[in-house]
T-cell receptor, first 118, second 111 residues
Framework: EAGVAQSPRYKIIEKRQSVAFWCNPISGHATLYWYQQILGQGPKLLIQFQNNGVVDDSQLPKDRFSAERLKGVDSTLKIQPAKLEDSAVYLC????????????????FGPGTRLTVL | TQLLEQSPQFLSIQEGENLTVYCNSSSVFSSLQWYRQEPGEGPVLLVTVVTGGEVKKLKRLTFQFGDARKDSSLHITAAQPGDTGLYLCAGLENTGNQFYFGTGTSLTVIP
């Protein structure tokens, strides 16, 4: 079974530039997550999709970050414009997302995209 | 806001030693997960605990969920270099729909 795919693996940009990340979840997984992981910290949830609808985006800085999940499969996360403090690893994860079974739902993570903002 | 505090933050031990990592919170969780993350990779789920006082064993790893479901511990017996990585706990609040990750414990096992 193929895992969660992310691209690019690395990206270096200058502040105020734009950047986009792509995620392809495991086939059949209804729930998709985007996390931001700053060096030395645990992942912080940015946005959670159930199929193509947003479940939680309370921690997404909406003035500069946007995300979409077209047709309930692939997803893109965009930052425009980027700031120095956006330097982090952006992780995508997916899970089966069976209703009523969230407490035992397993998230499968991709390798992440390491973003450096100069 | 970090709801889950992990300790220690860093741990460096010799191969063969035992260790315990703690995950503490003031919140009550309906379930708690432990992940291990290696450099350049995403976290990988090790275990999920859902019952207060529950103990689960995975080879040399023992996981315990506190009776009040506010804390958890991970004990590794006879650590090996392959255990090196970042250990993360993640809790699902009773009324929540997302797992909150802890601050992480970076473990290095020296051969």
């Amino acid at each position: 079974e193929a895992g969660v795919a992310q691209s690019p693996r690395y990206k270096i940009i200058e502040k105020r530039q734009s950047v986009a990340f792509w995620c392809n979840p495991i086939s059949g997984h209804a729930t998709l997550y985007w996390y931001q992981q700053i060096l030395g910290q645990g992942p912080k949830l940015l946005i959670q999709f159930q199929n193509n609808g947003v479940v939680d985006d309370s921690q997404l800085p909406k003035d500069r970050f946007s995300a979409e999940r077209l047709k309930g499969v692939d997803s893109t996360l965009k930052i425009q414009p980027a700031k120095l403090e956006d330097s982090a690893v952006y992780l995508c994860a997916s899970s089966l997302g069976v209703f009523g079974e969230i407490s035992t739902d397993t998230q499968y993570f991709g390798p992440g995209t390491r973003l450096t903002v100069l | 806001t970090q709801l889950l505090e992990q300790s220690p933050q860093f741990l460096s031990i010799q191969e063969g030693e035992n260790l315990t990592v703690y995950c503490n919170s003031s919140s009550v969780f309906s379930s708690l997960q432990w992940y291990r993350q290696e450099p350049g990779e995403g976290p990988v789920l090790l275990v999920t605990v859902v019952t207060g006082g529950e103990v689960k064993k995975l080879k040399r790893l023992t996981f315990q969920f506190g009776d009040a479901r506010k804390d958890s511990s991970l004990h590794i017996t006879a650590a090996q270099p392959g255990d090196t990585g970042l250990y993360l706990c993640a809790g699902l609040e009773n009324t929540g729909n997302q797992f909150y990750f802890g601050t992480g414990t970076s473990l290095t096992v020296i051969p």
